[in-house]
């Protein structure tokens, strides 16, 4: 495992709030500079002035919707043009619509798998050619929800088994050829992606309750450092997560 991320090009999806920006920070603490991917191009541009004032290091901001595979296709080609190459890549753009099958309509539908599946599609596609060339990792934010049957939003649930299968999957066809593929599943994350009961994680769990994203980030960032293995894997829940069940 390297010591440090030093001179190395992250892309990161999602990075315009909790995971994805906690991540951004992560990642540029240990001296990797920053493509920051998402739809809020203002929020992106306070969190990579943040980013650059707090570890100096360079960052890129390209305003981008996973769902749109033109739009992935040109901000991975604007950042191996601005830093000629990329070697860590966090597929982490995801949300949750809707609850059960019979009440969730056909658009939260949609835009759940549009974003969730296809999204991680789109940007895994493009980003692979460069992960080959550099020997990378490309980390994967999965969920609880991908592992464990669950009696709300099965749809959501259904899209996250769908990223781990496909994340796995993607490490056995590319391990041979020097990336490294890793899926990082957090449970409740206090973030301001919502929840069945139409409020945000930060708003529901005081500090403390639940997991914080910079806990995810220090496991997205420890995948990132790794140099010859994978790390194929990694739960990271609250303590008490399984006395509910």
Not at 57 to 72: H, I, Q, S
Not at 208 to 222: H, K, L, M, R, W
Request: proline fraction near 3%; glycine fraction near 8%.
């Amino acid at each position: 495992m390297g010591d440090t991320l030093d001179g190395e090009i992250a892309l990161v999806t999602g990075a315009s709030s909790g995971i994805g920006e906690a991540t951004s920070h992560a990642l540029a603490r240990e001296g990797a500079a920053v493509v920051l991917l998402a739809r809020r191009e203002e929020r992106l541009e306070e969190i990579a002035d943040d980013v650059e004032a707090a570890h100096d290091v360079e960052t890129l901001v390209v305003p981008t919707d996973v769902r749109d595979e033109l739009a992935v296709d040109a901000a991975v080609e604007r950042a191996v043009g601005a830093f000629d190459g990329i070697d860590v890549v966090v597929n982490n753009a995801g949300l949750a619509r809707g609850s059960s099958v019979e009440d969730m309509t056909t658009d939260e539908y949609r835009v759940m798998t549009d974003t969730n599946v296809d999204g991680v599609f789109f940007v895994t596609r493009a980003v692979l050619p460069h992960l080959k060339k550099s020997s990378g990792n490309l980390v994967f934010v999965g969920s609880f929800a991908g592992q464990y049957p669950r009696s709300f939003n099965p749809v959501y649930a259904a899209t996250k088994w769908w990223v781990r299968g496909f994340a796995h999957s993607v490490e056995a066809d590319v391990g041979d050829e020097g990336v490294g593929v890793s899926v990082v599943n957090p449970s409740e994350v206090r973030t301001e992606f919502g929840d069945i009961y139409g409020e945000s994680f930060e708003d529901r769990f005081d500090p403390g309750e639940v997991t914080e994203p910079s806990e995810i980030a220090d496991a997205i960032c420890f995948c990132a450092k790794q140099e010859r293995s994978t790390v194929s894997e990694l739960d990271l829940y609250r303590r008490d997560k399984f006395s509910e069940w």
